[in-house]
Each structure stands twice: as structure tokens, then as C-alpha cells.
């Protein structure tokens, strides 16, 4: 059976990047034995202060994937473990995050620490508390792996409370998926920290230690269906190599049990409708298109749309100039006090929200900011048709447009055909772009004539991995504009 560690095998020199952990896999993969030296060479390169979330949760990730290299013999290397683990557990930053929480409590069993003993308790985003505002909204990728996690302490450790928040986690993103049972990939991601294939894998291995490990019949298919999706894209271009995955995914196959023999659960397609109002969130599905979309996020957009092989990753507000993401997205945190404006039922979406800022720090991290902007959203959703009127208040001299992100074949705008990752563009007055895929067709159109700006992308690496951006200009009038499958 294809998994992760097969797949890591086949394309190991051709289509990953090649470092000392990836070669360190490899040749686990062939001896499944790690050398104390090379354990003390990858704790080396761990030896970073964590200044921000990223920095904090790689740390704990790589750790994590050394004591998967090493065992199940960690006690042969615990003089090299052990100091460094409680080095890494002392230190308190981010603590509040769930993903953290679980990673440390991983930890700690692995090398027998004592632990905190409390409950594993759950939620989507982190409490609220101020400096927690950018991280308020369900990430995807965040989430996902803190669920793998809690499928490992439900199994090893018969955790309390991890077999609970492990299938909260994988029912609600089950739902989200798209009528081909695929993810909106750029839904709540923000472009600087986007790893498409990172988080395709995330989703297959979900599904995979939720039915594996905790016997959930319905998943089945699912995860089958997401590795075939993602060993395409991997046969296509060179990413990183999948580690802490892999070797999730290799430690998964060590300690799953075969299923109870009353495993008969019926497996059941996501529901057609989608209504999430603690999350701002509706969205529908048909064989025609699917959607999704929302009025809470931090630095992302405000939907997602698919339809066959036609993705539109993300689209939202978006300043000029237009040749970075930085413009890009939403301040929208979850909280009750936020949302309790807005107005929801199960296919429209309407209320004001702050648009955002981006400011890099001197040590690179990206911090996200309200701006003085608001804009005004009224949204509505039907199984082949999104309607959006979108107002911008408070706008300056700075121009300000509503953009989309897209993977598709080709555009058509007036006479013209734009493929991707060529210099072909379009800058002018227009009602209508056409979004063509090989298989599908999409249009989107505004009401009045509105100036638009349609540029070819390179496809990976940034916007999501999109291949265009169309960006409509806004004005201090109303923008009304459809995206209607054809």
C-alpha cells in the first residue's frame, strides 16, 4: 500500500529538496537506526531562539522528529534527549496555543518527563486574549497537526480528551472539503506562511491516523483519495521534504491495531450546506462548483471557490502596489463582540470588517495589523452562482482593489487569451473575465464597468501557488460583482 514513506522513497533525489534531515530519513528508511552523532547534529540545528509562532512550533516539530527517528530506542539516547527536551519545555512562549500544548505533552511521554496532567480541552482559535488577535481564526494547518498529535496521545498515552478534540478537529474540516472531497488549499491561509503540499499531506494523514488510529469508518476513502491528489502535485514540482510527516505517518503504521469487528460505520459525504456562524462560515457544494465563505480571518481572504479543475485559492481586499501578498486580506478575529453585527443565515453572509496590514519586523516576522480601512461586505451563496457587493470606507490615495487568486488553464478577458507564467496582461475598463480550465469554466463579471488588472503569476513558491490575479479597482461607489459557473 502507497503511504507517505513510499512515497518519500520514490521521490526522494528527483522532486525533494535535498538537507541533513531529508538525508537523515532516507537512510532511516534503509537501516531504521539513527547514529548518536547524527542525533546530536539535528539537535544542533534546533538550537534557535523562538521569537515568533513559526519559530516556536518548528522547534517542538523538529524535536518531535528526532525522537521518531530514534524510536522506539530513546532511552539508548536520552543523555542527548533529555537536557535538551527540558530546555525546550522551560520555555514558556506560546504556551497558550493548542498545537504546543499537545507537542509538549508528546514530548514528555517519549522521554517519560513529568508533565502538566491537565485535560486535553480543545478549540478551534485561542482565547481571547490580545496579543492572540492575528491567530484568531481556525488555521487549517495549525489545527490539522495538533488532531494528529492528539491521535497518538489517545492511542499511547489513552490521553483524556484527545480522542475528542482529534475528531472535533477532523469533523470539521471533513465538512469543509469540497464535492470532489478535496480542500480549499488558500481557504484561511496566509500567503507568507502557505505550504501547499505541507498542508495537502496534513489533510491525507488527518483522515488516515482518524480511521487507523481511532477507527472512524467514514474517512476511509478520503485519505486514499487526498494521497493520490498529493503524490500528483509532488510528481510536478520540488518541495521539501515532508519529514515530521513521514515519520508521523511511519509511527502511525507501528502502533495502529486492526479495527474493532463491529467496524461498520457508514461512511457519509460532506453535508451540501455549510453554516458555521462561531466562525463567520457558509458555504455549499454541487457538482457544478463548490464554496466557501467567511467574515472572520487574520491576513486572508474572505472565500474560496472550486469547481473541477478551476481553484480560486483566495480572493479579498487587496492595496496597491499589486506585486505582493503584503496588501492582501482581512482583520476579523473570532470573538463574539466582533461578530455580533453580522448578519447570517445559511447562504448569505453581511457585515463591516476591518481590512489589514502587513509590517515586517527587523528579525523577518511578518506582523498584521488592522488598518484604518473598513469594508463593507454583503455576500450571498448558491450551488452555481456567489454574489458579492463589497463598499471600502475610509479610503485614501492609496488605491485599493478586490482580488482573486486563481489556478486555471487560462483567462479570457475581451479578445485577449493570458496563459499562466507569461508577460501577457490586461489593464483596462471591463465587465467580465472568463476562467477557463479543461473541464470547467467559471465568469466573473461586476455590474458597471469597473477597471480591471489581469496578470499571469509563476503558479508556485508565492500567491498561494496561484497562476493569476485579476484585481478589480475600487472606487468610493458600491463594487457589485458575481462569479457564476458556465
Known amino acids: 500500500m502507497t ?3 513510499v512515497i518519500f522513497r520514490k521521490y526522494y533525489r528527483t522532486h525533494f529538496s535535498l538537507d541533513e534531515w531529508s538525508e ?7 537501516d531504521k537506526r539513527i547514529q548518536k552523532m547524527k542525533v546530536c547534529e539535528l539537535l544542533k540545528s534546533l538550537e534557535k531562539e523562538s521569537t515568533s509562532y513559526q519559530h516556536r512550533v518548528e522547534s517542538l516539530k523538529g524535536f518531535i522528529s528526532v525522537l521518531l527517528f530514534t524510536y522506539p530506542f530513546c532511552a539508548s539516547y536520552k ?9 525546550l519545555l522551560q520555555k514558556t512562549i506560546f504556551d497558550d496555543f493548542s498545537l504546543v500544548i499537545v507537542m509538549k505533552k508528546v514530548i514528555s511521554y517519549f522521554l517519560e518527563l513529568k508533565e502538566d496532567s491537565s485535560k486535553i480541552a480543545f478549540s478551534l482559535v485561542p482565547e481571547e486574549k490580545l496579543y492572540l488577535d492575528e491567530y484568531r481564526f481556525p488555521s487549517p494547518l495549525m489545527n490539522i497537526q495538533t488532531a ?3 491521535s497518538l496521545l489517545a492511542v499511547i498515552k489513552k490521553e483524556e480528551g484527545a480522542k475528542e478534540s482529534a475528531l472535533k478537529i477532523a469533523d470539521f474540516y471533513y465538512e469543509l472539503l469540497d464535492e470532489d472531497r478535496y480542500p480549499y488549499l488558500g481557504f484561511w491561509s496566509k500567503d507568507f506562511e502557505h505550504k501547499e503540499s505541507e498542508l495537502l499531506l496534513s489533510y491525507y494523514l488527518l483522515f ?3 480511521y487507523h488510529l481511532l477507527h472512524q469508518k467514514r474517512f476511509e476513502h478520503t485519505y486514499s483519495h487526498l494521497l493520490k491528489r498529493a503524490e500528483e502535485k509532488i510528481a510536478i514540482k520540488k518541495i521539501k521534504a515532508p519529514i515530521f510527516l513521514t515519520l508521523l505517518s511511519i509511527f502511525i503504521n507501528k502502533i495502529k491495531k486492526e479495527p474493532p469487528a463491529n467496524f461498520e460505520e457508514k461512511e457519509h459525504s460532506p453535508k451540501a450546506l455549510i453554516f458555521q456562524p462561531d466562525y463567520a462560515l457558509i458555504g455549499c457544494k454541487s457538482e457544478q462548483m463548490s464554496a466557501l465563505l467567511t467574515l472572520n480571518g487574520i491576513g486572508t481572504g474572505i472565500g474560496s471557490l472550486q469547481s473541477k479543475d478551476i481553484y480560486i485559492k483566495t480572493f479579498g481586499p487587496q492595496s496597491f502596489p499589486l506585486d505582493g501578498s503584503k496588501g492582501f486580506g482581512i482583520f476579523s478575529p473570532a470573538s463574539k463582540e466582533s461578530f455580533k453585527d453580522f448578519s447570517f443565515t445559511e447562504n448569505s453572509l453581511k457585515g463591516w470588517l476591518r481590512i489589514c496590514k502587513k509590517e515586517e519586523a527587523t528579525d523577518g516576522k511578518v506582523h498584521i495589523l488592522p488598518d484604518k480601512i473598513w469594508m463593507h461586505v454583503d455576500s450571498k451563496i448558491a450551488f452555481n452562482k456567489i454574489d458579492l457587493n463589497v463598499l471600502f470606507e475610509g479610503l485614501t490615495k492609496e488605491k485599493m482593489s478586490f482580488a482573486f487568486f486563481i ?3 487560462e483567462l479570457k478577458v475581451q479578445n485577449r487569451i493570458i496563459h499562466p507564467k507569461s508577460l501577457d496582461r490586461f489593464e483596462g475598463k471591463n465587465t467580465n473575465v472568463q476562467i477557463e480550465g479543461k473541464t470547467s469554466s467559471l465568469q466573473l463579471s461586476t455590474e458597471k464597468e469597473q ?3 489581469v496578470l499571469p503569476l509563476a503558479g508556485e513558491g508565492f500567491y498561494w501557488d496561484a497562476d493569476f490575479l485579476i484585481a478589480i479597482e475600487a472606487t468610493e461607489e458600491p463594487l457589485s460583482l458575481s462569479i457564476t459557473s458556465i
Not at 24 to 30: A, G, T, V
Open 208 to 210: 488516515y491516523s482518524s
Open 3 to 5: 503511504d507517505l514513506a
Open 407 to 409: 489556478n486555471a488553464q
Open 24 to 30: 537523515e530519513l532516507f537512510s532511516y528508511l534503509h
Open 148 to 150: 494528529l498529535l492528539c
Open 451 to 453: 477597471i480591471f488588472h
Open 79 to 87: 543523555e542527548h534527549l533529555v537536557p535538551f527536551a527540558k530546555r
